[in-house]
């Protein structure tokens, strides 16, 4: 006879990770006729702005955007030139559109593409015309929707006995996305020129603080904005400043229990001389960002299920699946303090700018492999302008809790830079963060489904009453199950009071089911 489950649904999403992929991008652009002749590159950098990200057809990802571009050189000097004097930047987009494979038929949601400058560089074709040449690394991400249906008791059945276990996962119950944008007026001091040309600007995008109030998700952040200019005697000064910014995004369908964290993508980025009021003001720089706010709301979920069962009436036989659950999940936060020399073979006198960038982490080794580039920007002792870039890999203890099968972890330098000049060049100072989420990948049977069985003509035969030892390995459970008694009836028959009581010496009088 069939039995009738009692069965409990289970909704949610999983996260997945795919392998990273690749993308070089380059473009040919000619300096305007306002400008000199190009006489030397010092310096390019740029700022990834990922617009668009798609599943194809076939199972691949898309991802597109834009590279914003700063070419950095010193102009010939010639009674055409219109700079005046100091360096001149070329400001400008490299477009991109690249493919990454994806995992046959894994079906995704909430798909979402993180891209990273890896190199940028610049040469020159002719005085008026460079080639810039830019890779990036792009990491996908997204969830797989879960929907099961798992037994968790029996209706109705003879002497049935259930062996049930719980287990605690922690699940995504979804994602909320929102595109904002974001301007702020930067002043300038006063006791500094005004600026005549904006050479870079980047930005860092980092979030605070994400909390589910009601039905609302609220998110806070900063925007750690530098931006290098040019005064109208050509003198350079970098301006940096942290600007705080808050969003609110919908969360209805989740619970207030809920936990959450936010991610932030940069859409656009534009920084201009001027503000609304005085588009001519050089004292106050005016910075457009167009951004998007990833949302991903986490909760516990609990999972229990009927590992095991069996009947004192008579023999049932059990159909079994395999559960499949993440759990032990664990978020921490590694910081690890850096030191680097990036040797520039002239002296330096003053340091104008520097910047740190990471790569995606690696588990070697029980230490985490940070790939860092570092770049400076810098006068030497005769006042040339110059620029040095080094890569390198910083290592840092993972720490990684017992049964830790499975580690996300994304690296970022926040804090401040410090740069110290030495005879060789250039030590940086700087920490890295290194967030890491650890997680064990465990299968569990459970039961699906089962049915009675007519009883064994030899099983009358059998003695009542059983003494025995239970033997290495054995579980009040299965010895009950192997004679058709319940542990219960067990542990009262030899006065005990729960099986850790029971020694492998002693023995024990099983009362066997007729």
């Given amino acids: 006879m069939e039995l009738n489950f009692q069965k409990a649904g289970h909704d949610y999403y999983e996260p997945l990770r795919f392998t990273p992929f690749t993308c070089e991008t380059m473009r040919e652009n ?24 798609e599943l194809t057809g076939d199972g691949r990802f898309c991802a597109s955007g834009s590279v914003e571009v700063s070419v950095l050189y010193i102009p010939e000097r010639t009674d055409a030139a219109a700079q005046g004097d100091g360096p001149c ?20 949601e909430f798909l979402d593409i993180r891209g990273e400058l890896s190199s940028i560089d610049t040469r020159v ?13 792009l990491y996908p991400m997204g969830c797989r929707h879960v929907s099961m249906s798992v037994c968790t008791g029996v209706e ?14 922690r699940v995504a119950a979804g994602v909320r996305e929102k595109e904002f944008t974001f301007t702020e007026e930067l002043p300038l001091s006063p006791g500094r020129g005004g600026a005549e040309e904006i050479l870079s600007a980047r930005v860092d995008i980092r979030g605070t ?25 050509g003198r350079l000064n970098l301006l940096q400043q942290d600007l705080p910014f808050s969003q609110i995004l919908e969360g209805n369908g989740f619970d207030e229990d809920c936990e959450s964290e936010a991610a932030y ?54 159909q079994t699946a395999e559960l499949e659950l993440s759990e032990d999940c664990q978020r921490t936060v590694r910081r690890q303090n850096a030191r680097e020399l990036l040797e520039t073979g002239v002296a330096v006198k003053v340091v104008v700018d520097t910047e740190i960038g990471c790569g995606g982490a690696q588990l070697e080794g029980g230490e985490l492999k940070l790939p860092v580039w570092a770049r400076c920007l810098y006068l030497d002792e005769n006042d040339m302008l110059g620029s040095v870039r080094r890569e390198f890999t910083v290592s840092c203890p993972a720490d990684l809790p017992a049964g830790g099968e499975e580690l996300q972890a994304e690296d970022v330098c926040h804090g401040d830079v410090i740069a110290n000049i030495m005879p060789e060049g250039i030590e940086l100072r700087f920490p ?37 030892k239970m033997a290495s390995g054995e579980t009040l459970w299965s010895v009950a199950k192997q004679y058709r008694a319940t542990r219960e009836g067990i542990l009262a028959v030899n006065e005990l009071d729960d099986e850790s009581q029971i020694t492998p010496d002693k023995l024990l009088l099983i009362p066997r089911a007729r």
């Fill in 209 to 233: 603080d994400s909390k589910l109030i009601g039905s609302k998700l609220v998110v806070k952040g900063l925007i750690s904005a530098s931006v290098l200019y040019k005064e109208a005697d």
């Fill in 432 to 468: 890295i963060e290194c967030a890491m989420t650890t997680s064990s990948r465990r299968r569990h049977v459970c039961v699906s489904g089962g049915e009675t069985e007519e009883e064994d003509r030899d099983r009358a035969a059998a003695p009542s009453l059983i003494l025995r």
């Fill in 265 to 318: 993508r940069l859409l656009s980025c534009e920084c201009r001389i001027g503000s609304e009021s005085g588009p001519d003001d050089a004292y106050v720089l005016t910075l457009d960002l167009l951004l998007r706010a990833r949302v991903s709301v986490w909760r516990g979920e609990e999972i229990s299920f009927i590992a095991d069962l069996y009947s004192t009436a008579a023999p049932v036989a059990c």
């Fill in 30 to 53: 000619i300096v305007p006729d306002s400008c000199g002749d190009i006489a030397r590159i010092v310096d390019t950098t740029g700022v990834v702005c990922l617009t668009n990200r």
């Fill in 156 to 169: 109705e059945g003879e002497g049935i006995q259930l062996l049930r276990e719980r287990r605690q996962t």
């Fill in 125 to 137: 074709l002719n005085p008026r015309k460079v080639l810039t040449r830019a890779n990036l690394v």
């Fill in 89 to 108: 930047a070329l400001r400008f987009q490299i477009p991109f559109q690249c493919y990454g494979e994806g995992q046959g038929d894994v079906a995704c």
